[in-house]
Each structure stands twice: as C-alpha cells, then as structure tokens.
C-alpha cells in the first residue's frame, strides 16, 4: 500500500488533469464521488458496485489498464471535500462491506482500497479504490454487466461491440512461454502417452509421426509455441519435479474417497504430467457394477450395468483439468462416495449456466485456457471443445438416472454425478417420454434433486402436468406418462426449434432490407416459449441474431442496423 505522502501526490495528479480537461474532467475509466448512503448521498452502497463493474469493463474497453473511483471529490468542482466511507466500519448485509463487494463480483475482480486523510485532515478523508480491466469476459455485479459510457453507468448488453472487445480481451495463461524450461523438462513417458493419443486422433498422421522428433511432435500437437515450452506443456507433460515452473500455479489433483457421513477413508494426489495422472485418479474410482429393475418393464429380474458411464467420469474430470483457473493456486478434486462422484475446480462458469450450454450446444466463444484446451482435443483427452458436457447429460438421461448437477459459487465450479435410481416416477418419465427435450429433462432432475427451480420454470412443468404440489413442495406427478401427448400445448409452452425463428428474421430481412434489435424484439417475444420470462425472451432474440452472424447470414450495416449479407 502507497503511504500518505504517495496517495496525496496521486490524488492531485488526477485532479490536475481532471482539471485541464473541463468539463469532461471524469472519463469512462475516471469516476469522482462525495459521501456513500442509502439515500441523499452521491452514491449508494449497492451502486458502489455497479460502478467497480462499469469502469472495470470500460477501462478493458478503453486500452488502460486500471480504473478508478475516488471518494471525496466534489463533482463537477474536482474540489476535495471528504467522504463518510470508512471500510473498516463499514457493513452491509450484518458482514463486512468490502466482503460484500468482492462477493457479488464475478469473475472476482483485485481491486485495491486505499484510504487517507487528505494533508492529514480527518474531515477531508479519501477512498480510492484502484480497479485492474476486464480480461476475457465482462465483469457482473450480483450478474448484473454494467459499462461507463461517457459520464453515465449503463447496462453493459446495449452494447453488443463493447461486449464484443472485452469477450477477445483475454491473455490465455496456459499459451504463455516458460523461458528456462527445456524439453528436458518434460516426462518421457507423458510424451510417448501423447503421441499414442494424437496417432489416435489423427491416423492420417501416424507413420509420418515416426520421423518426428519431439520438438516437430509438440509443435505439431500444439502443446508448444515454435519449440518453446508452454504452462500447457508442464501442465499435460511435464515431470513431477517440474511443477515448480509454473509457480504460483498448482497443477495437482486430489482423489478422496468418503463414506455417507464424510468421514475421509482415503485419498491421493497426482501431480503433473496430467496426461497420466488423470489416468491414475480414473482407476481409483470403484466403478462397481449398479443392479436395478428398470421402472417402465414390470420385470422381477434386475439388470446390470456399471455405476457410471466411462464417458462421463473422463469427460468431467478432464473439463476440471481444461477449465480451471491455475493462477488461483488450487487443487482439481475428485470425491468419491459410495453413490456419487463430485468434481470440483477453481474458476467461474464461463459459459454463465448449464442452461446456455444444454440450449444452444455449439463451442463456447470465450475459455480461459485456449491453448489448454486445443491441446486436449488434439490428444483426445476432451471431445471437440463444448461437446462434452451434453453428452454427459444424455448418457445420464439414457440409464435414467439424475441429470449432472452443477453447483456454480464462490470462482468454483462443482459437478455432482450420481450413479443410481433415486425416484421410479422420474426414471418413469424418461423412459416413457423420449420427447421431452434435454432442457426439460434438466429441470426435472432439478425438481428431483431439490435444487433451485425458478417460478417460471414451476409454470412451465406444471402447465405439462409433469409435477405437482406448490412450492417449496414440488415432486414429479405419478400420472405424467398420459400427459405429455398433448402435443398442441406442449409446443406453445416449449416453443419451436431455432431454425423457426431464424427463418422468421431472414424473412423479416427479406422485406424490410434492415431492421434493428427492437423490430426483432417485437417480432419474435411472443412466439418464444412460455417458460421464458422477458429479460430471457429478449436474450434469446440477442442470441438467434449473433448466431446468424457467425454463420455469415446477416450483418452490421454503417447505420448499425442488421442486414442480410451479400452471400445469402
């Protein structure tokens, strides 16, 4: 931390030139407040937050590299008259008020909080919180995205560019170059592993491989960057010992098997290379054979099959490993209970919700590790990059089991993947219903599993006559095998397949030449499904639009209105 003689020589410095720009001394990245409070005040305690948001993404949209909010400024005057805040003692929610902050901010955000007392006068008492840019994806607070725009805090999703440049912003850690590392420091075995597994992917390849070397293998599997070892190459291939490269990044993982009152019965942890230790956490798991009497038969003679779908265990195990953020100096876990495995790994959701990932099942736009995961696919460790977890969800819907539940808090993701019937009348619905959609399969199992169900999901299922009591007593009907025929209502409630309302803008296109965001809006809300509230009715009309663009459809004209492209 600067001390007071640094801060007041900072402070000037920024009201110097605050000055010398007039009226427009306050810039996107650049925000002056006086006193903080509920009511009356310059600025609430909740829009605090909102501000951290806005002018971290303006600052990533502006170039800088760090934004600013300055309590104790005067607005307009840029004179220092103080302010009420002190961190200290400030609360909110009976917890700490910085607390509070950081917690409501996703992807947490390491902003800085200086306080002093101007020229050492108490009733001229300055905050400056020092705020780094966006990096990779916009920064929400309580999943709100806000941006500075000029002098005004505005919502973030207006701006489809802005979002845009913040989504292409990020620095991938995992592509980064280790200068002193060497092949030398790279497993043997981890190597001849890798080039079994790319042989595997790519036969085209496979005698040719036999006259490469290491160094043109490793280029060519994209695990190096022109002979350079990269934190990807230690992460998947690098020795025990080498670990220490990556410093302060961890690369471990860590099996532990527990019993149905938590008690810890054992455990193990791998280090890299973890194109092997991956292969020895798989084999710790006891993937015992699970007998059952399928619901929907009527038989007295049970059927055998294993407790998890293979597929399932590598593909969760290798997302944590493709997904987490290594600079949070975590461990990848795997618990083992006698029904259950639970994955975990440090680092939010960047698709947002499994929602996203289940309903528009295309590659995600943004990852945190890029070159992390291109690597994986080339060595076939993870199916091609966003595939994955949507055949997890169909391999569990198959054995009539609960669907993958995901637990998104705190910068980690949680999986949990049960291996067992626990509810015939859902298992019923399954297999008697090969309609419902993936979506509606999800929502159900988070009926089953009593987990967070919104009121408009509630409606929906309700209105399918697939569950009943009220809230929050909701459990999946008896008699749903007879009602989901009715394929009129069904289709109101559930709404028709993407290609219908991509069809429906084209055509719109078609005879209006150009139309804006809220000609589409107007168009498409009331043909979306009725389990969608409005703010998601008009996200999905936002997603239809950016989906046509990448298929080169429809486009940005000079008036930032859409348009059919030339190649339609």
Excluded at 47 to 55: A, D, K, Q, R, T
Excluded at 63 to 83: C, F, K, R
Excluded at 208 to 213: F, G, H, L, Q, R
């Amino acid at each position: 931390m600067r001390s007071s003689q640094e801060l007041t020589s900072f402070l000037e410095s920024i009201l110097e030139k605050a000055k010398s720009r007039g009226s427009a001394g306050e810039t996107e990245w650049l925000e002056f407040k006086t006193n903080i409070g509920d009511t009356h005040a310059s600025i609430t305690y909740e829009f605090l937050g909102h501000y951290l948001s806005g002018l971290a993404n303006a600052a990533c949209v502006k170039d800088v590299a760090y934004a600013y909010l300055i309590l104790g400024i005067e607005d307009s005057t840029w004179n220092i008259v103080g302010t009420n805040l002190k961190m200290e003692s400030a609360k909110r929610s009976n917890e700490s008020y910085e607390l509070w902050l950081r917690r409501g901010l996703n992807p947490s955000l390491s902003f800085v909080i200086e306080e002093f007392d101007y020229h050492d006068d108490p009733q001229k008492h300055i905050v400056i919180f020092t705020i780094p840019a966006a990096s990779g994806e916009p920064i929400s607070f309580y999943k709100k995205e806000s941006i500075r725009i000029g002098s005004n805090l505005t919502d973030l999703k207006n701006y489809p560019n802005f979002l845009r440049k913040i989504l292409n912003s990020e620095t991938d850690w995992s592509s980064n170059i280790i200068e002193k590392a060497t092949i030398d420091d790279l497993d043997p075995e981890a190597i001849k592993a890798a080039r079994e597994q790319f042989a595997n992917k790519h036969e085209e390849f496979r005698e040719e491989m036999e006259t490469w070397d290491d160094i043109k293998f490793l280029n060519k599997a994209k695990i190096t960057r022109q002979g350079k070892i990269t934190n990807t190459a230690i992460i998947l291939l690098g020795k025990p010992e080498s670990e220490v490269l990556i410093s302060p990044a961890v690369a471990k993982i860590r099996w532990i098997l527990k019993d149905s009152k938590e008690n810890e019965r054992d455990y193990q942890i791998e280090s890299c290379p973890f194109i092997l230790a991956s292969k020895k956490i798989y084999a710790k798991i006891r993937n015992l054979k699970y007998r059952f009497i399928p619901p929907e038969q009527g038989t007295l003679f049970p059927e055998e099959m294993d407790t998890y779908e293979p597929y399932v265990i590598r593909e969760a195990l290798n997302n944590a490993i493709a997904h987490q953020d290594y600079t949070m100096s975590g461990m990848i876990n795997v618990v083992e209970y006698d029904d259950k495995l639970v994955f975990s790994n440090k680092g939010n959701f960047i698709p947002e919700s499994v929602k996203n990932v289940l309903t528009f099942d295309a590659p995600e736009e943004r990852y945190r590790n890029r070159f992390l995961a291109q690597a994986m696919v080339e060595l076939k460790m993870v199916d091609t990059i966003g595939s994955g977890i949507r055949r997890m969800f169909n391999f569990q819907r198959k054995r009539l089991f609960p669907m993958p539940d995901y637990e998104l808090s705190n910068n980690r993701v949680q999986v949990t993947i049960t291996g067992k019937i626990i509810d015939n009348n859902y298992s019923t619905l399954l297999a008697k219903n090969p309609d419902l959609t993936i979506n509606d399969v999800e929502i159900l199992s988070r009926v089953l599993l009593k987990r967070n169900v919104t009121s408009a999901e509630i409606d929906y299922l309700r209105k399918l006559k697939l569950i009943e009591g009220r809230k929050p007593n909701i459990y999946i009907s008896k008699t749903v095998a007879q009602t989901v025929g009715k394929k009129v209502s069904y289709t109101k409630i559930k709404g028709f397949d993407d290609k219908y309302y991509k069809d429906l803008i084209c055509q719109a296109l078609e005879q209006h030449e150009q139309l804006g965001r809220k000609d589409f809006e107007e168009l498409l809300i009331d043909k979306l499904p009725d389990i969608l509230d409005r703010e998601k009715k008009i996200n999905k009309v936002g997603n239809l639009l950016t989906s046509l663009r990448k298929k080169g459809l429809i486009k940005f004209n000079s008036e930032n209105k859409w348009v059919l492209s030339k190649t339609k």
